[in-house]
Each structure stands twice: as C-alpha cells, then as structure tokens.
C-alpha cells in the first residue's frame, strides 16, 4: 500500500500542540502563515509518497554496497536525491544567507517525519547533512562557513558525524582519533571511526564529515576532545574540489534493518593523514557536536514516530481486508473483516494514539527550539532552550520506544502475514530496532533526563512544566464534556504521579544517586506518557470547541487516557520502590 502524508493529523498537532498560530502571531517568521505550512506538508507527502516510498522495498532488498571502495546506494536513490535537493527540501529549515528558505525548524520536523515515513533509510541522509549544518552554522569560522554551508544546505554536498570508534560509544571520553596541528592551520587527522551512518555514497560530489579526534596535548576525557571537518575532497577557496583527502570507507556493516542506509567503517589518515579544519575552540569539540546531536536526537525521534505512522496505515489497511472469524457486519456462513474484532480495534487504536503522542511531543520540542534561536528577550530564549533541553531525551526516547512498539504490533495484526517479508510490516519492525540505539541509547537518554535536565534552573524547569500540565487538567474537568470519559481524572492522577516520582528523584540525585539512575527508565516513561496525554488533551480541548474538524481528537485522546496513561501511577510505584530490590541484586548473581 502506498504510504499517505496524515496532513490533517500533523496539522491538528501543529495547531494545537505546537502552537503554530502563536508562532505565526510573534513574527519571528516573516511571511509564515497556516496556508503556506499546509502547502509544505502537503507538497512533502506528495514526495514521499510518489518518490521516496516506492522506493524502500526495494531498497530494502537490495540495500547499499561497497563496490572498488565506494558505497553503491540501491538502484533509484541517487535521482530521488536529485529531486530532493531540486525541490529545495534539503533546505527547509536552514538561514537566508546561506541559500536556505528561513522556515522554521517545527516545520521541517513535520516534513522530516514524512522522508522517514516513506523511506526510514533514505531520510537518514538529510537528518545528518541538517544536524551537520547547525553545528558548523553555531561554531565553524565565517571562512568555513561561507565555503562548506551553501553547497550543505542546498544538498550538493552531504554530511556525516564522526563519532563512535570501537571502545567509545555511548562513553566518548575514550575516543582515541589523533589530530596534530600544521603550519599552516590545518589539522592531520588519523584514527578509526565505526557505524558512521551515510560515511560514503556516489549520491553527492563531495562529504563533509565532523569528526571527533584528540590533541596531542589534549586533556583526558570529554575536555580534550575537539572537533574537525574533514571533507571527501578538498575544496578550494573559490568552491571548487580538490585532490581526494586521505578519508576512506573500509568496510560496510550488515545489519538487521535500514539496508539501504551505508554504515561505514571510515578510516581517516592511512597514509600522510586527512586534512581536517578545526571547528569551533580546541579541546571543546563535545559541546559543538552536541548541537549536532541534539537536533538529531530530536530528529531521530521523530523517525520513531514516522515508522510509527506508517506501520499503523499498513496494518489499518491490512485488517480492513484480512478477514477472519464472525464480526457484527458478517452475514450467516461468512466471516468478517478483523478491524470488526474489538481485540484488533483496541490494537490499532493503541498504535494511533501512542503515535500521535510522540509526535505532539517531539513538534511541541521543535517549537521550543526555535523559539529559543528567534525569541526577541534573553529570557524567553532562555525559558524556550531549557524547555526544549527537557524534552529533548523525551522526544528521543519515548517515541523512538514506541516507534517499535507500535511496529510489532502491526506485525501482529498481520498474523502469520506480519512474519513474512511480502506484506512489508516485517521491514518497519526491523527498520525500527536501531531507533531506540543510535544517537544515545534510550537508557542514555533516560540518565540525561534525571541527571542534567531535572536540575535545570535548581528544578524549576520541569516544575514549569508539571503546573502546565495541571492547567491542563483543570480545563479538562471544566470544560465538563461526557464524551471526554475519565480523561480528566486520569491525567490528574499522572500529573500527581510525575510530580511525585520528580521529587523522588530530586532527592536521591543528592542522597543515592544509584537508585536514581536505576529508575531513570520508567521515569522516562512516566514522564513521556503523561506529557502525551497532556498535548492529546489539548487537542481534544480544541476539537471540542470546533466543529466538524478531528472526528477522531477527542477518542483518541480519551482512549490514550483510559487506556495507555492508567500505566504512569504503577510507573511511579517502579520509580519510587522498584529500585531497591533491583539495586540488592549482586552483579555477579545475574551470570557471568
Ligand atoms: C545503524 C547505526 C548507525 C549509526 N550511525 C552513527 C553515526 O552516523 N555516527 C556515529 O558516530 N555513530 C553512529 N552509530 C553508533 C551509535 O550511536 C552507537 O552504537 C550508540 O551510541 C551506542 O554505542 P555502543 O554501540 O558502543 O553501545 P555501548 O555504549 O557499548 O552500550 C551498550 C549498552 O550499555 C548501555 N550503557 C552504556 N553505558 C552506560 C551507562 N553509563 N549507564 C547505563 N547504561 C549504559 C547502553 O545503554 C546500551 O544498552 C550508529 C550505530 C548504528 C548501529
């Protein structure tokens, strides 16, 4: 079945999540109106869903190869990213002056759900290529700039992230990549990096990798890494390209899903070493490339909502004509359609409203993102950044978590279907696995939420948050509608459960915290669950007060709330208790 863009759904969510007409209303974005941002999503699903989507099968069959030392992408990919590119799509979100259309980043987001809904391992190229644009617009040099961002931006030239080696990944304090300054500014740069997602590929004439690497004099750990941009070719100052730069891929790994994504193992400097330019300061490489990594963590996590989307249209397709058994609509001697079987029902619309949630969660953080570049005060940049930092590991975590929760259960709306390749609900359940992986782990996630973004402000940045999700009970409540159910008294509950569980936690940080850590997960997703009951609230609020607009706001919200957010107060019996049972466990008693 071809993949359709939920306009109406991303639009709803723009609008009411996101707030869409109060970012139209502050100006930060001139020209930004409703009808345009409907235009953009719209002309987006039209993309994905005539050039990117037929081509995941096959790409998915015949994945990416390393041929004569260069990564071969399947047949079709090279001109769908020409058309891309033609189509300006690389450059959403990206500044004026270098080329890019200025919109905002919650705009992109919705856009980038729709490349990875329609084709997961193509989508991967422009997240990257985009997380590699924003950190060299934060930090590289005008110079570097001027030269390298344009050709970015308008998708002549690719990106990659150079990050993981062997004995460092989620620790990158280990990273042993050496750079040593020349005379004449540059750096050689040698070492081996592995997994670099995109690290080679005939689609562009040039890449730009970031690269993580170490000093000779550098300090240990994360305070002596720095970052360098080290491009496939050498670029000229007027633009043109160079001699090839000692940078190659040296093998391809195999891997369960995403085939047609290269994931390179580059070496860098086998011979007089890569010529690399240092982007912002010496030893303060980390702190740059986690802007990188924060727009792609974000990115990633709507990619959890995109293989979310688009395993739920499936397996709605699939139960609309599957059918099985005796249903309300089947006559004597017949069977019916299994989307008539209550059980099914309840599983389609469990995918719907956990992908709904995911995607209010990680739009809402987009918005605060840009709010955070645009906003005309100090202090509303700086309320937007920690709001967008809170919710960051969320918009990650959650959705990438449910991104392959709600892909196995399209599997298993297909039955013994799901498990054979031809229906394609297999390749969204595999595609989806490396989500809750790369960019941090999910568990990496969850420990930043706890340790670096509750405190942020000395607690009062989540404290903001929990009282805007108590405004939200209280309108629920007044507004006093029978076909909101229990809605009312389900979120307040969670609300009463995140608070508690957050101030749990705000006391082990000091006292114990091992058993912060230990709960870190389930708060996560304690935390996400109730932040998306609390956006589908809202939209629900909204529905309610339209008429004819949403018919499914208000059900699936409810049905969210009755149904998935009942989980948060045993979430936070797990949070507050479940740690001290786990933490008398001897490490040694789990088998060696
Ligand atoms: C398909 C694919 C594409 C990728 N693309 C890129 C890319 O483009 N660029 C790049 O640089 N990297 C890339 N990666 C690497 C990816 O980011 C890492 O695999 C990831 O960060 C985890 O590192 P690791 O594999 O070394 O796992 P490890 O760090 O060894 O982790 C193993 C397990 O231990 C847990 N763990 C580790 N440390 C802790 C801790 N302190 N506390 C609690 N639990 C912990 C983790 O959560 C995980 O469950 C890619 C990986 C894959 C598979």
Not at 3 to 12: E, F, G, L, T
Not at 397 to 406: K, L, Q, R
Not at 480 to 489: L, S, T
Request: net charge negative; charged share 20%.
């Amino acid at each position: 079945m071809t993949y359709r863009a939920p306009v109406d759904d991303i639009m709803h969510t723009l609008k009411t999540a996101a707030d869409l007409p109060g970012l139209i209303a502050s100006g930060l974005y001139e020209g930004l109106d409703e009808e345009t941002v409907r235009a953009i999503v719209e002309e987006a699903g039209k993309f994905g869903a005539e050039v990117l989507d037929p081509l995941n099968r096959p790409g998915d069959r015949a994945g990416s190869r390393l041929v004569d030392g260069t990564v071969v992408t399947p047949p079709g990919w090279k001109e769908a990213y020409q058309q891309f590119t033609r189509g300006g799509w690389s450059a959403l979100p990206c500044p004026e002056e270098y080329g890019g259309q200025n919109l905002p980043g919650v705009v992109s987001m919705a856009a980038c759900e729709i490349w990875n809904a329609s084709n997961l391992s193509f989508g991967l190229c422009p997240l990257l290529t985009q997380g590699a644009i924003d950190a060299l617009h934060t930090d590289g040099s005008e110079e570097l700039k001027a030269l390298y961002l344009p050709r970015m931006i308008s998708g002549e030239w690719t990106g990659t992230m150079n990050l993981t080696e062997p004995q460092a990944g989620s620790d990158l304090g280990f990273i042993k990549a050496k750079a040593v300054k020349q005379d004449d500014g540059t750096y050689r740069i040698f070492g081996t990096k592995i997994f670099i997602t995109y690290g080679d590929h005939e689609m562009v004439d040039n890449i730009v990798h970031l690269v993580l690497a170490r000093l000779p004099d550098a300090p240990p750990g994360t305070r002596g890494i720095s970052l360098f941009l080290v491009p496939k070719y050498l670029v000229n100052a007027d633009g043109s390209l160079g001699a090839r730069n000692d940078v190659v891929c040296a093998g391809l790994e195999h891997k369960i899903g995403i085939h047609a994504s290269p994931t390179c193992v580059m070496k860098f400097g086998e011979n007089d070493g890569a010529i690399g330019h240092l982007v912002g300061e010496e030893n303060r490489g980390l702190n740059t490339m986690f802007i990188m990594m924060n727009a792609a963590r974000l990115a990633v996590g709507v990619q959890g909502v995109s293989v979310a989307e688009r395993a739920t249209q499936r397996a709605i397709q699939y139960a609309n004509e599957r059918r099985q058994g005796r249903t309300a609509s089947s006559k004597p001697g017949e069977m019916g359609p299994i989307v008539e079987h209550a059980d099914v029902r309840r599983s389609i619309m469990t995918m719907k409203a956990l992908t709904q949630a995911a995607r209010a969660i990680c739009l809402v953080t987009a918005r605060e993102i840009d709010i955070s570049h645009r906003a005309g005060s100090e202090e509303q940049r700086q309320a937007a950044a920690a709001k967008a930092a809170l919710l960051t590991p969320i918009a990650k975590a959650f959705s990438t978590d449910i991104g392959c929760e709600v892909a196995s259960i399209g599997v298993q709306i297909h039955g013994g279907m799901g498990f054979v390749e031809e229906t394609g609900a297999g390749q969204y359940y595999r595609d989806a696995r490396i989500l809750p992986i790369y960019e941090g782990t999910n568990g990496i996630q969850a420990i930043d939420l706890v340790t670096r973004k509750l405190p942020l402000g000395g607690g009062a940045v989540v404290k903001a948050y929990i009282k805007e999700i108590a405004g939200t009970v209280g309108d629920v409540k007044a507004s006093n509608r029978p076909e909101f159910g229990r809605m009312g008294e389900r979120l307040e509950e969670a609300v009463g459960a995140l608070a508690e569980a957050t101030k749990w936690m705000g006391a082990m940080l000091g006292s114990n915290p091992d058993a912060a850590l230990a709960s870190a997960t389930p708060y996560l997703r304690l935390f996400g669950l109730t932040a998306g009951a609390h956006y589908l609230a809202r939209g629900a609020l909204a529905a309610s007060r339209e008429a004819g607009g949403m018919p499914l706001a208000i059900p699936t919200a409810r049905f969210f709330a009755e149904n998935l957010l009942v989980a948060v107060p045993g979430l936070k019996e797990a949070v507050t208790s479940g740690g001290d049972g786990l933490l008398g466990i001897p490490v040694d008693a789990l088998g060696a």
